[in-house]
T-cell receptor, first 114, second 115 residues
Framework: GQSLEQPSEVTAVEGAIVQINCTYQ??????LSWYQQHDGGAPTFLSY????GLEETGRFSSFLSRSDSYGYLLLQELQMKDSASYFC???????????????FGKGTKLSVKP | EPEVTQTPSHQVTQMGQEVILRCVPI?????FYWYRQILGQKVEFLVS????????KSEIFDDQFSVERPDGSNFTLKIRSTKLEDSAMYFC?????????????FGPGTRLTVL
C-alpha cells in the first residue's frame, strides 16, 4: 500500500519562504505531485517530480529525492492568497499497468499572516 | 481555458435514496476519475475510467457505487442507496494521459449531504 506523511499545519508571514515536506512509502513509484486546495475549492495541480532534483515554476518549487522517499514544496515570497491546503500525492500502480489514480497525503494547511 | 464541470454543486438527500452526480470532463481528455473528500480530511480515490470501462477502483467503491459515461460528454457517479457516511465532497477529474505525468484537472465538486 501507499502512505504519505506531511505536516498538518504551517504558519508563515507574507513575504517569507515556507517549505512543506512529504515523505512517502510506496510499492512502486511513478512520481510525486503537489496540489493546492483553497477552502471549499477543488484541488489544482501545482507541480510534478519524476526524477531527483528541483523543479521551479515561478514562486513555487518542488524537490524530490527518490533515495530518501522524500520531497518538498517550497513557496517563496508568500502572499495572503497562498493560504490554502497543500497535498502531496503519488500515483498507485494499478492492475494491468494502469497508473492513473492519485493517492493523496492528508494535506498541510498553510496560513499566511500579514 | 477548458475546465471540468460538475452538477449539482450541492445535493441533499435522505438516507437510502439514490443519487447521481454528474460531470463533464475536458473534451479531449481520455481518463476520468472520481474522488471524495470528507469534510476536513484528505482527498480519497474512488474510481478511474478509461475506454468505457473501469480501470481501477478503491475499497471505498463498493457495490453501492457505479459509474457511467452515457454519452460523449457526461461522466456520472451513482450511489444506489446512500448512507450517512457518504456525506462528502465528490470531485470528478480528468486527464489526457495516464502515464508518467498525468496532471489531473479537478472539477469544482458536488457537496453531498445525506440526512
Amino acid at each position: 500500500g501507499q502512505s504519505l506523511e506531511q505536516p498538518s499545519e504551517v504558519t508563515a508571514v507574507e513575504g517569507a519562504i515556507v517549505q512543506i515536506n512529504c515523505t512517502y512509502q510506496t510499492s512502486g513509484f511513478y512520481g510525486l505531485s503537489w496540489y493546492q486546495q483553497h477552502d471549499g475549492g477543488a484541488p489544482t495541480f501545482l507541480s510534478y517530480n519524476a526524477l531527483d532534483g528541483l523543479e521551479e515554476t515561478g514562486r513555487f518549487s518542488s524537490f524530490l529525492s527518490r533515495s530518501d522517499s522524500y520531497g518538498y514544496l517550497l513557496l517563496q515570497e508568500l502572499q495572503m492568497k497562498d493560504s490554502a491546503s497543500y497535498f502531496c500525492a503519488v500515483r498507485d500502480r494499478g492492475l494491468g499497468g494502469s497508473q492513473g489514480n492519485l493517492i493523496f497525503g492528508k494535506g498541510t494547511k498553510l496560513s499566511v499572516k500579514p | 481555458e477548458p475546465e471540468v464541470t460538475q452538477t449539482p454543486s450541492h445535493q441533499v438527500t435522505q438516507m437510502g435514496q439514490e443519487v447521481i452526480l454528474r460531470c463533464v470532463p475536458i473534451s479531449n481528455h481520455l481518463y476520468f476519475y472520481w474522488y471524495r473528500q470528507i469534510l476536513g480530511q484528505k482527498v480519497e480515490f474512488l474510481v478511474s475510467f478509461y475506454n468505457n470501462e473501469i480501470s481501477e477502483k478503491s475499497e471505498i467503491f463498493d457495490d453501492q457505487f457505479s459509474v457511467e459515461r452515457p454519452d460523449g460528454s457526461n461522466f456520472t457517479l451513482k450511489i444506489r442507496s446512500t448512507k450517512l457516511e457518504d456525506s462528502a465532497m465528490y470531485f470528478c477529474a480528468s486527464s489526457f494521459y495516464s502515464g508518467s505525468h498525468n496532471e489531473q484537472f479537478f472539477g469544482p465538486g458536488t457537496r453531498l449531504t445525506v440526512l
